[in-house]
């Protein structure tokens, strides 16, 4: 599968979440520094938890935004800030959507201000 920045992907679980949840794709992807046989990228989880949501520091996916729809995300959402890894390419399962042009625009300007972490 290719996965493209800035795409929505169902994958690994998260918190205390045993179904596998949704991640933006933030950089990559790119081959794995440790097996160049790999693919990795940088994403961030998506979060609908709104009692958990950190207006500070999470970017806010908001349903009455007029091309929300094309995050393919069901209701209000969050991208949590402090937690971007890297994994597999292979580990992201199911394309959900994408951050459409007006999000996307908002977005590259707070993940300029949070940088993803190095490769591992």
């Known amino acids: 599968m290719t996965v493209r920045r800035y795409e929505l992907y169902a994958s690994i679980s ?3 979440c045993l179904d596998p949840r ?3 794709v933030l950089d990559g992807p790119r081959p794995d520094p440790s097996d160049p046989r790999e693919t990795i990228a940088v ?3 998506v979060s609908s938890a ?6 500070d520091e999470d970017f806010l996916l908001e349903s009455s935004e007029p091309d929300f729809q094309a ?3 069901a209701r209000t959402s969050y991208v949590i800030a402090d937690w ?5 390419v292979g580990l992201l399962t199911r394309r959900k959507g994408e951050l ?3 999000i996307l625009s908002r977005f590259r300007i707070w993940s300029s201000q949070h940088p993803p972490p190095p490769p591992p």
């Open 100 to 102: 459409p042009r007006g």
């Open 14 to 16: 998260f918190r205390e």
């Open 43 to 45: 994403v961030a989880p």
């Open 84 to 88: 971007p890894i890297w994994v597999k």
């Open 22 to 24: 949704w991640w933006v």
């Open 71 to 73: 995050t393919g995300l």
């Open 50 to 55: 709104m009692d958990l949501l950190n207006r």
